[in-house]
């Protein structure tokens, strides 16, 4: 996109970051961004001091080597629960996808993943911090591999069929054009 996603404007009002963040705030549920960029952080502050949502902004410390390692140390921060997963480029998921997804997860203990028709959407999924789990991705780390999907290929996740046009990631100028209005300068 040529700048951070997350602060792109979305239609329905904020931005996309803060758009995830209220939907994941209809779930009732705390929420914890983890993020390196300090205007998340401040953006999830001021929420908070709103009363509206209960978000936990954490930084992200150094190194950061993708999405695998940020989920163990979201694991490690939350052992024992049942993580949902969410990407903020995917501006056009709704609460349904979200519920059905939870719903998928409840009392599992396999990772359950979003699945588009055509493919799975391994940032969009229930990840139970399991200790065995955690003991697992620790050791998968510490090899020095870092790649989500070769991991996932290990755990043999679960997945579920969710409506295709929620789960579209947004990556480029030309998928926003999907969104309705024009792109952001």
Known sequence: ????????????????????????????????????????????????????????????????????????????????????????????LGESSLRLLLQAGAQQTDIVLAHDGDRAQPLLGIYPATAQRRSDLRRFLDSGERRLQTWLAQERPHQIELPADQLRNCNYPADWAGLGVGMPR
């Open 1 to 92: 996109m040529g700048q951070d996603k997350a602060l792109l404007p979305h239609p329905e009002g904020g931005s996309w970051l803060e758009r995830q963040l209220r939907l994941l705030g209809t779930l009732g549920e705390p929420v914890t961004l983890l993020t390196r960029h300090t205007s998340h952080l401040e953006l999830a502050a001021e929420l908070n001091r709103q009363g509206q949502l209960r978000i936990h902004p954490v930084p992200e410390q150094a190194p950061q080597q993708g999405p695998l390692l940020a989920l163990q140390r979201l694991f490690e921060r939350n052992p024992g629960c049942q993580l949902l997963l969410c990407p903020v480029d995917m501006p056009w």
